[in-house]
């Protein structure tokens, strides 16, 4: 089965920075990747599919690059209420594995 | 508006059964292939199950493999997850998720999540 790693595991920053996190694939997925954001205590929420393009009502600060075995979301000026653990999904095939997260905090 | 339901879950010994229900509105149901993913406490998310949206294939997660099964009852909108010899590691948030595309295929990120449902197992 094709493996999701993220890093870093955790992140702190201040509000305003720019912030990327990495998902790699253990085998290239093209660009079957999506990203899901979950806040403290609610339900995942789909922000990026085919790994550039936004959810729709997803704020445009949030962005997704790569393909094949790389990628990297970027939120280009963190805000209080991106606090959240971050996961990337590949969905090319079965198992669709997620990544085991990122937890995102300000500094 | 499109809507995910789940129900079912509570605290059941070792060994024991439970069968989750996942009530589907807003959208055509069988339009779509849905999944289970769940989320022990404190860790990551974990995909479980999936079924296509005709119901005629179906998917399992190897560590339930012989011991889940997900259905759908497209008549009634519903999907569900029959989880026999439970085990504590089980034990988990379950989440029913719609696959984006309307294909009733598999192709597509979880665009739609219902609220949860706990499962506790435990003696």
């Known amino acids: 089965d094709i493996q999701m790693t993220q890093s870093p595991s955790s992140l702190s920053a201040s509000v305003g920075d720019r912030v990327t996190i990495t998902c790699r694939a253990s085998?290239?997925?093209?660009?079957?990747l999506a990203w899901y954001q979950q806040k403290p205590g609610k339900v995942p929420k789909l922000l990026i599919y085919?790994?550039?393009t936004l959810q729709s009502g997803v704020p445009s600060r949030f962005s997704g690059s790569g393909s094949g075995t790389d990628f990297t979301l970027t939120i280009s000026s963190l805000q209080p209420e991106d606090v959240a653990t971050y996961y990337c999904?590949?969905?090319?095939?079965?198992?669709?594995?997620f990544g085991q997260g990122t937890k995102v905090e300000i500094k | 508006e499109v809507q995910l339901v789940e129900s079912g879950g509570g605290l059941v010994q070792p060994g024991g059964s439970l069968r989750l229900s996942c009530a589907a509105s807003?959208?055509?149901?069988?339009?779509?292939?849905m999944s289970w993913v769940r989320q022990a406490p404190g860790k990551g998310l974990e995909w479980v199950a999936a079924i296509s949206g005709s119901g005629g294939s179906t998917y399992h997660t190897d560590s339930v493999k012989g011991r889940f099964t997900i259905s759908r009852d497209n008549s009634q909108n519903t999907l569900f997850l029959q989880m026999n010899s439970l085990r504590a590691e089980d034990t988990a948030v379950y989440y029913c998720a719609k696959f984006a595309p309307p294909s009733g295929w598999f192709l597509g990120a979880f665009d739609i999540w219902g609220q949860g449902t706990i499962v506790t197992v435990s003696s």
């Open positions: 085919a790994a550039s």
């Open positions: 999904q590949k969905y090319n095939s079965v198992p669709w594995t």
């Open positions: 807003g959208f055509t149901f069988s339009n779509y292939a």
């Open positions: 085998q290239g997925i093209s660009n079957y």
